[in-house]
């Protein structure tokens, strides 16, 4: 693959797997790496690191139309669910806006965009959705997420929106995510209590980076439902985190989903279903176990 892509978001979880993944298996792939906070990232002789402004657009349609990259991968969003009904402005300008500049820019350098969605696009009555059901978000992230897809889709042809959801992998950059939660709190002895909702299929950021490869050598197009194979509830993905990481199961507690507090609402029952990625990609979906397993491995590798 003998390509410029950008990445925006290059701190992220998903960017970081994506960024090893692409510098390890092809060696004429030169990346760009966009990152609100430039002192965080290193370049290599193949990656260039750059100061991003997400929030100005002229910034970013110039950026992209001088830099003229054959592929770009957006994974910058303002991630934080709660966040988003506070800043609301904020989370309309990096999860819309952006998308949709990088659309505008994309269509008028022939380049081939890529962004992320999500399954809190929809109101979680009847998950698992696929990529044809209607979307009716219940929070401002969702909405937000939802307003990105359909300003992007306005503008160009070639390309993909790739849902997912409940992201976990390594972080060299200490970001967050419910696994990383539960195997904290548990390696820590902490109790916690875990609601038997929320439900779910937890994604290992690894099998995003390798699906990310395909739709680039395949130009597969479209809406893609990325995501692991197990759909389950946040009780039941914390016993899987316990029994693969070897920490003690009774210090988790079920709890009934209407006693947790949260700011926004979530959908109840989300997740995505996978049949048509794994067909058209030709890959294949971790089960949590197996992600977790790989990733186990990988955080030991690390802190050797
Ligand atoms: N995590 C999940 O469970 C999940 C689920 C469904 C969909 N997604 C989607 O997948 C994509 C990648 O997500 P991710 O899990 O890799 O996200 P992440 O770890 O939170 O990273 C997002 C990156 O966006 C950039 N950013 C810019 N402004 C930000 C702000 N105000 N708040 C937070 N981040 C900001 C940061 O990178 P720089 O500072 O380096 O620019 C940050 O590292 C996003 O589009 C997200 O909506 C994620």
């Not at 892509?5 to 979880?13: A, C, E, N, R, W």
């Not at 966009?34 to 657009?57: C, G, H, M, W």
């Not at 739709?215 to 197009?221: G, M």
């Not at 700011?263 to 089960?287: D, H, N, Q, V």
């Amino acid at each position: 693959m003998n390509k410029k892509i950008l990445i925006t978001g290059s701190t992220g979880k998903v960017a970081e797997a994506i960024t090893t993944l692409l510098l390890r298996e092809y060696p004429d792939v030169k990346l760009l790496l966009l990152t609100s906070d430039i002192k965080n990232i290193k370049p290599t002789k193949r990656s260039s690191v750059f100061q991003a402004f997400y929030e100005n657009v002229k910034w970013l349609k110039d950026f992209v139309i001088n830099h003229k990259p054959d592929i770009i991968i957006n994974c910058a969003a303002m991630t934080n669910v709660d966040a988003c009904e506070d800043e609301k402005e904020k989370a309309m300008n990096l999860n819309a806006s952006l998308p949709e500049t990088l659309s505008i820019a994309a269509k008028k350098i022939n380049s081939h965009l890529i962004t992320f969605s999500t399954d809190y696009i929809f109101n979680g009555k009847k998950g698992p959705y696929s990529e044809l059901d209607t979307p009716d978000p219940i929070n401002y992230y969702g909405k937000s997420k939802l307003a990105g897809e359909n300003l992007a889709k306005g503008n160009t042809q070639k390309l993909t929106i790739i849902r997912t959801n409940v992201v976990y992998g390594k972080s060299s950059y200490g970001k967050n995510d419910f696994i990383k939660w539960v195997s904290d709190k548990l390696d820590n002895k902490e109790k916690i209590n875990v609601i038997t909702g929320q439900w779910c299929n937890p994604t290992f950021t690894d099998d995003i980076a390798w699906a990310v490869s395909r739709i680039i050598e395949t130009k597969s197009y479209g809406i893609i439902n990325l995501s692991g194979k197990d759909w389950l509830n946040r009780y039941e993905i914390a016993l899987i985190v316990a029994e693969v990481f070897d920490y003690d199961k009774n210090l988790i507690s079920p709890l009934d989903p209407s006693k947790l507090s949260q700011k926004a609402f979530r959908p109840e029952k989300g997740g995505l279903i996978i049949t048509s990625a794994e067909g058209l990609l030709g890959i294949k979906l971790s089960r949590l176990k197996e992600g977790l397993t790989t990733l186990k491995f990988q955080l030991n590798e690390y802190e050797i």
